[in-house]
């Protein structure tokens, strides 16, 4: 398996703008994660997925952030709109029970 | 207070020095987890244990769920060691975890 892939790998976008960021799990897990990761406050849960269903969004910063699962093999992570708070590396992981494999992640830059 | 504490924040080694990184957890855990991050790097699992003790070549991890607490230790370590080490819990039945805020290891020749 390729593992966990996530696109892109690096965004820089204006203030203001919609960041849609990716996410493909690995085949035959069923949980999904979104963390967010910055110097300041290390790695935070935003939301996480089991078995397409949003179980626990309470790490979703504000109405400006969405995620969807449509299928087991797909995943996105809005932003809309974007401010430069926002930069961070974005993780995405995948488990099948409680070992989580992570994506190399989405390094945002809102300018 | 995190429910999560590591210690320390920040080491620095030799090559060949044995390295213990600890973690301790204030809330009933399923499972520890240690994962390890290269600067710039992505985020790699290196054990998940939910008792007594696990070892990878050079890496061993043991668990006191007594008293809520896991170590790391790196024997003969080598500057590719260099990282951040991060300590995490899943809690209940849940799959979420909750990290401690890392150990930053820089190991020199």
């Known amino acids: 398996d390729a593992g966990v892939i996530q696109s892109p790998r690096h965004e820089v976008t204006e203030m203001g703008q919609e960041v849609t960021l990716r996410c493909k799990p690995i085949?035959?897990?069923?949980?999904l994660f979104w963390y967010r990761q910055t110097m300041m406050r290390g790695l935070e849960l935003l939301i996480y997925?089991?078995?397409?269903?949003?179980?626990?969004d309470s790490g979703m910063p504000e109405d400006r952030f969405s995620a969807k699962m449509p299928n087991a093999s797909f995943s996105t992570l809005k932003i809309q709109p974007s401010e430069p708070r926002d930069s961070a590396v974005y993780f995405c992981?995948?488990?099948?029970?409680?070992?989580?494999?992570f994506g190399p992640g989405t390094r945002l830059t809102v300018t | 207070k995190n429910e999560v504490e590591q210690s320390p924040q920040n080491l620095t080694a030799q090559e060949e020095e044995f390295i213990t990184i600890n973690c301790s957890y204030s809330?009933?855990?399923?499972?520890l987890h240690w994962l390890q991050q290269h600067p710039g790097g992505g985020i790699v699992s290196l054990f998940m244990?939910?008792?007594g003790k696990k070892k990878h070549g050079r890496l061993i991890a043991t668990i006191n769920i007594q008293e809520k607490h896991s170590s790391l230790h790196i024997t003969a370590s080598h500057p590719r060691d260099s990282a951040v080490y991060i300590c995490?819990?899943?809690?209940?039945?849940?799959?979420?975890?909750?990290f401690g805020t890392g150990t930053r290891l820089q190991v020199t020749l």
């Open positions: 992981a995948s488990s099948y029970w409680y070992e989580q494999y």
């Open positions: 085949s035959g897990h069923n949980s």
């Open positions: 997925f089991n078995n397409n269903v949003p179980i626990d």
């Open positions: 809330v009933g855990i399923s499972a």
């Open positions: 244990l939910s008792s």
């Open positions: 995490a819990v899943n809690t209940g039945t849940a799959s979420k975890l909750t």
